[in-house]
T-cell receptor, first 114, second 110 residues
Framework: DVKVTQSSRYLVKRTGEKVFLECVQD?????MFWYRQDPGLGLRLIYF???????EKGDIPEGYSVSREKKERFSLILESASTNQTSMYLC?????????????FGPGTRLTVL | SQQGEEDPQALSIQEGENATMNCSYK?????LQWYRQNSGRGLVHLIL?????REKHSGRLRVTLDTSKKSSSLLITASRAADTASYFC??????????FGKGNQVVVIP
């Protein structure tokens, strides 16, 4: 089974702090994704990566950056956390062999910025 | 936006009944996927239907796809309390990303 792990289940940070959220997968998938999920807004794509050191902006990249130095690890960085970044953050991965396949999700990190 | 759009957005049914939810999308798709999310957890993939398929089954789940109407439906038969969750449709347009909808909250009353 694919395993996608996220560094924290719950996180509380203060406004202005730099925040790192980390995602690790064990299935050698090419693609990795970061979403945020807010009530009434569904899942919104922040960034995704299709290979090591490669990244593409999603729908809401402002205020975020990402890093993918190794294939299995994809980090989301909040350079200076703000209260409007309080949200559930979900990491996902998938492979692109034989068409576009399902995404596998981590358990999520609920981030609160005070 | 090219997000999938689920309908209805909330559904409450008795255990044992069938639950049907619909998804509409905007342009031609490569495939369409359905996911489930139990309260406060990550999403779990349920089923994928390709653009050249019209119907697909997986256990108590049945998905249909009508590309002429740009719509899909998910049917859960003989629902159980454990089916209480949010259900998301996610069209894939071929741009290396899924266009998740806002989700459909289903409550199954024991």
């Amino acid at each position: 089974d694919v395993k996608v792990t996220q560094s924290s289940r719950y996180l509380v940070k203060r406004t202005g702090e730099k925040v790192f959220l980390e995602c690790v997968q064990d299935m050698d998938h090419e693609n990795m994704f970061w979403y945020r999920q807010d009530p009434g807004l569904g899942l919104r794509l922040i960034y995704f990566s299709y290979d090591v050191k490669m990244k593409e902006k999603g729908d809401i990249p402002e205020g975020y950056s990402v890093s993918r130095e190794k294939k299995e690890r994809f980090s989301l960085i909040l350079e200076s956390a703000s209260t409007n970044q309080t949200s559930m953050y979900l990491c996902a991965t998938n492979s692109i062999g034989q068409g576009y396949n399902e995404q596998f999700f981590g358990p999520g990190t609920r981030l609160t910025v005070l | 936006s090219q997000q999938g759009e689920e309908d209805p957005q909330a559904l409450s049914i008795q255990e044992g009944e069938n639950a049907t939810m619909n998804c509409s999308y905007k342009t031609s798709i490569n495939n369409l996927q359905w996911y489930r999310q139990n309260s406060g957890r990550g999403l779990v993939h349920l089923i994928l239907i390709r653009s050249n398929e019209r119907e697909k089954h997986s256990g108590r789940l049945r998905v249909t796809l009508d590309t002429s109407k740009k719509s899909s439906s998910l049917l859960i038969t003989a629902s159980r309390a454990a089916d209480t969750a949010s259900y998301f449709c996610a069209p894939y347009y071929g741009n290396n990303r899924l266009a998740f909808g806002k989700g459909n909250q289903v409550v199954v009353i024991p």
